[in-house]
């Protein structure tokens, strides 16, 4: 059985938002997708994951305070 880059326990959760979902997060931070964390096509923790540039990512981490903590990226073209 091949091991997945995604199971190993040091890769937080990276989950591709819907567009409803894209605009619910957006809308409440009062955002554009300009204005996200960019992250690149061809990052490992997303090659298991069918995306396009634009898409946003949302980031799972565990927090010792905060229990779970969210961050969201938006997808661009790379290298």
Known sequence: MEAKLLDNILIPKHEKLSAKETEAVLKKYKITTVELPKILKTDPALSEMKVNAGDVIKITRKS???????????VIEGK
């Open 64 to 74: 010792q305070t905060a229990g779970e903590s969210f961050y969201f990226r938006v």
